[in-house]
């Protein structure tokens, strides 16, 4: 029955993948099925070593897991993009599910007490919308049954294109960037913190920054994928 209408639906108002555009088969939601298998996954060897490279120096992320590796030109980075520009928050949610699937049981050994989602600053939420990192946040908080708050953290600065700098500059440049809104949330809790891509991990080790300095037991991260620095 379920199917019928799905195909129904699907014939008045079809439903196209958001990485190839082509119409998405009743069994089918978000991405298509062939989108989907050619999307590069992050092997945990990969992930360890960019854990090593990102995080483990500065103390202050616990532990980190991606789901994919983002590659130029392909099929993730026109889903990504649908997401942000074309207002699809339904992306967002279906990136969050996968990636509490994928690993729910490293999140449930994590202990998570509260899943926040990397702000935007105000300027270019109102420029684009809403906040990406939200809807994936959302998805994945659903998927887990944790609650998540986009109201904990504010971002203050309007950060640049980052593409530019080294990995010092970026930390300096963001330095600051975060603030709290609220402690009562986060104190000796343990804290997940979700982001779209992930790239130098300087925005997220910021972010986890403020929250430990505000009493937060532990900070993970989580995002959809890693992208090489550029
Ligand atoms: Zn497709």
Not at 43 to 54: G, N, S, V
Not at 77 to 106: A, M, P, T, V
Not at 201 to 229: F, N, P, R
Request: hydrophobic share 40%; proline share 2%.
């Amino acid at each position: 029955m379920k199917k019928f209408c799905v195909s129904l639906f699907d014939f008045f108002l079809p439903r196209f993948c958001a990485a190839c555009k082509l119409k998405l088969g009743p069994s089918e939601s978000v991405v298509c099925m062939n989108c989907f298998s050619e999307i590069k996954l992050a092997e945990p060897e990969r992930l360890r070593e960019e854990y090593a490279r990102k995080f483990q120096q500065r103390k202050i992320i616990t532990d980190f897991i991606s789901l994919f590796v983002f590659e130029k030109e392909k099929a993730l980075q026109h889903i990504i993009h649908s997401l942000k520009y074309e207002n699809r928050f339904n992306i967002g949610l279906f990136l969050g599910s996968e990636l509490g699937k994928n690993f729910h049981d490293l999140f449930t050994g994590w202990q998570i007490d509260l899943i926040i989602p990397v702000p935007l600053h105000r300027l270019k939420k109102a420029e684009r919308g809403f906040n990406q990192a939200t809807y994936i946040a959302k998805g994945l908080s659903r998927e887990l049954k944790i609650k998540y708050s986009s109201q904990v953290i504010k971002r203050n600065r309007y950060t640049e294109s980052q593409t530019t700098l080294d990995m010092h500059e970026r930390e300096m440049n963001m330095s600051g960037a975060f603030s709290l809104k609220s402690t009562s949330m986060i104190k000796n809790k343990s804290i997940l913190l979700i982001d779209d891509v992930i790239t130098t991990g300087a925005t997220i080790t910021e972010c986890g920054k403020v929250l430990i300095e505000s009493g937060a037991k532990k900070v993970y991260a989580a995002s959809v994928a890693i992208a090489d620095q550029i």
